[in-house]
């Protein structure tokens, strides 16, 4: 063993990590780890809270997708009180899951990984951000930052505030939307949907240029996890947990996600904060499994509405029927961008997002719930016990980000071994180390506004811990 | 009636016999910031927000009649510095943590933080375990928020006569109760009027399924009921 070389933090990513390259004596990667250097606590502070405040409470988890764990949160608590919620509350609750894949996807592709893929890993690091974009293609940065402020409106129009909302309830939501909001949405959606065409298009013409990227940013074969609706399609928000092995055989297809644990275990590594859930009956490695855009497109049958469809055939002609590069996770995700302004479309003139019919009410029923929603990076859960009277006893939160945190490790390692050859390691692969994680967009629980050009310290450290080499990036 | 008078920030006003300085400033259209105090139950000069300076003394206006020759300011630098320090020594006792509390945005603790300047805690948070009692059907107690203002005692006590809460244990290990100590829904003398939730004026006691920001004191039902009870409304 000669050197490691230690990436941190990472950029352009919702968190705090660092990467650890170890090299051997002639330069060759012999290992490397993601690490996720941050700690919440989330788990253990919630407990003895009200089962009520946990929704609003959890959303504080992350200023990117605090509706995620709203859904996750409230859907648990549903299951506790054990009630069906009005049919407007789903409605609208689906609503505003809709906008939060808009705007975080958005974030991703535009404003985090925008920068690496439309002016090249290769770019000047100091204008590789979101600015240089705007500098670069100022349509492209414009499109992108009225995009994810579309899905903003949505949230703010729902929940009375962009971030961190306490509208998602145990038994509903808290309130409708207005003919105001509705009629707002309605007008912005022509917009935001030449907006997800546009991206795609920028994509597809990417895909040839990033080959080489696209055949070593972790493309492995994994198993894949998500929600599908019951009759195949899409699904973001209910329906059956499914588990699928790398070529595309189910595993798991469950109605309903309190029995997770039977087939998901975790793992604590040392070197993270950050859990590793893989599949039970396969164990480490053989359980690895990923969640998010590929996940899903990968165990639906179809999106569901026009456009996606045609865009889901066009992808599969591309990548085959089952993709397994998470490069392909900034083309799945505008897919998903378009599919979900098209639900947007759909739902927008329903009656039932002005009801006032909201909120089921009832008392604790049930000592344990579990709640799944698809979160913007994959499936969430949200696993609570409570006493008698609704007081928080334990709390297991699976995010999607822990979710492909083995797979995430993966890629780190296969970009390495691909790119590092030598002694010095130029910027431009140090930047594709990060891009690898970028693609999976995590969120680490999660600091919100972070985009931009942070500082980056890359240090060869020989066996005896001293530094043979350090690069600095202010 | 006897009228006396008295110099408040300079100028000259008149108060009624009996009146408090708090009451005096305020028909004469002085605010004086306040947090214990409730009208219509008696004061208790608890949170010593009402700090007046009295010829040039500290006193609690909240409970200082007002009387001949008394030269008072409302609202000097040291008055001012000592209120914001109360206030963030509220906020070190025990876990107020506004972003996620049932009361935020209407809570009276974090208004006063707010008007006050208070931008931060000087003081360490002594952070401590405190419990959450959810056992009564409609209403939820939570130690963490509360300011021992004791509003709730005296309303349960003077206004609903049912004296179901009162104060345990001693300085910063003080907590206000139900009976002798068992859960609120176990009272036997609770009748569930919601009188101390109307009152409370953090998030320490609130309705029981609240979410965040989601708790409003009925203040103006308690007003009518104080009102009401006061002017004998409902004697036959």
């Not at chain 1, 988890?61 to 859904?71: A, E």
């Not at chain 1, 705007?134 to 995009?147: M, S, V, Y």
């Not at chain 2, 259209?29 to 009208?39: E, F, K, M, S």
Request: charged share 25%.
């Amino acid at each position: 063993m000669g050197r490691r070389i230690v990436i941190d933090p990472v950029t352009r990513i919702e968190g705090h990590a660092k990467i650890s390259i170890f090299l051997n004596d002639d330069h060759s990667v012999a290992d490397a780890r993601f690490h996720v250097a941050e700690f919440r606590g989330f788990e253990r502070f919630c407990e003895g809270r009200p089962l009520w405040e946990m929704p609003g409470l959890t959303a504080r988890i992350c200023g990117i997708c605090p509706v995620s764990h709203l859904m996750a949160s409230a859907k648990a608590g549903d299951a506790i009180l054990a009630v069906k919620i009005p049919p407007a509350a789903e409605t609208l609750r689906r609503l505003m899951n809709l906008g939060q894949i808009v705007q975080s996807h958005a974030l991703s592709f535009f404003h985090l990984s925008g920068p690496d893929l439309l002016l090249g890993f290769d770019a000047d690091p100091a204008g590789r951000n979101v600015f240089g974009l705007a500098r670069a293609n100022r349509e492209a940065a414009l499109r992108g930052i009225r995009l994810r402020q579309f899905g903003q409106e949505i949230i703010e129009r729902l929940g009375g505030r962009k971030i961190h909302p306490s509208w998602c309830v145990p038994g509903g939501v808290r309130a409708a939307l207005t003919v105001e909001g509705r009629d707002r949405i309605k007008a912005r959606l022509p917009e935001a949907e030449e907006a997800a065409r546009y991206a795609l298009g920028l994509m597809k013409g990417l895909l040839d240029r990033f080959a080489d990227e696209a055949s070593c940013f972790g493309n492995f074969p994994t198993l894949y996890c998500g929600l599908v609706a019951p009759d195949g399609s899409w699904e973001h928000y209910d329906g059956r947990l499914r588990l699928s092995d790398a070529q595309g055989n189910i595993l798991v297809d469950s109605p309903g996600a309190d029995v997770y644990r039977e087939f998901i275990a975790e793992v604590i590594q040392p070197d993270s904060y950050l859990k590793s859930p893989y599949y039970r009956p396969l164990g480490i490695p053989g359980g690895m499994y990923r969640v998010g855009p590929i996940a899903r497109l990968n165990l639906c049958d179809r999106m569901g509405t026009p456009l996606a469809d045609a865009e889901l055939t066009e992808y599969r002609q591309r990548g085959g029927r089952i993709v397994s590069s998470s490069f392909w996770y900034h083309y799945a995700r505008l897919i998903e961008i378009l599919a979900s302004i098209e639900r947007i479309g759909r739902l927008i003139d329903d009656p039932d997002l002005r009801s006032d019919r909201l909120r089921a009410e009832a008392g604790i029923n049930a000592t344990e719930g579990v709640g799944v929603s698809e979160a913007p990076r994959g499936t969430l859960f949200h696993h609570y016990q409570v006493d008698r009277d609704g007081l928080i006893r334990s709390v297991n939160l699976i995010i999607a980000t822990g979710q492909n945190n083995l797979a995430m490790n993966a890629t780190v390692l296969q970009i390495a071994r691909r790119y590092i050859t030598g002694p010095t390691i130029p910027e431009g692969v140090l930047n594709r180390l990060e891009a690898g994680i970028r693609a999976f967009d995590p969120c680490l629980s999660c600091s919100t506004h972070a985009l931009g050009q942070m500082p980056m310290v890359v240090r060869l450290v020989g066996p005896d811990g001293d530094v043979l080499h350090e690069e600095r990036r202010d | 009636m006897a009228v006396t008078t008295l110099r408040l920030n300079g100028a000259m006003i008149s108060a009624r016999e009996g009146q408090t300085i708090l009451e005096a400033a305020r028909e004469a259209g002085t605010r004086i910031p306040t947090l214990c105090h409730l009208d219509g139950v008696s004061p208790v000069g608890a949170c010593r927000l009402c700090l007046v300076e009295v010829n040039g003394r500290l006193m609690p206006s909240c409970v200082t009649k007002a009387a001949e020759e008394m030269d008072v300011r409302t609202d000097t630098e040291q008055l001012r510095e000592y209120r914001k320090m109360i206030v963030e020594l509220l906020f070190a006792e025990r876990n107020h943590v506004c972003s996620v509390c049932v009361a935020d945005g209407h809570c009276e603790l974090q208004n006063l933080a707010e008007e006050l300047g208070v931008d931060h805690i000087r003081f360490d948070y002594l952070a401590p375990e405190c419990g959450v009692d959810l056992s009564h059907d409609r209403y939820g107690q939570d130690d963490n928020r509360c300011i021992l203002c004791t509003r709730c005692v005296r309303v349960c006590d003077e206004v609903e006569g049912a004296h179901t809460w009162d104060v345990a244990g001693r300085g910063a290990r003080s907590r206000v109760i139900t009976d002798l100590d068992r859960p609120w829904g176990e009272s036997s003398t609770c009748t569930s009027c919601g009188k101390c939730v109307m009152a409370c004026p953090t998030g320490a006691l609130f309705h029981r399924g609240a979410s965040v920001a989601e708790n409003v004191h009925d203040r103006a039902m308690l007003r009518f009921l104080i009102t009401a009870r006061e002017e004998k409304r409902w004697t036959v």
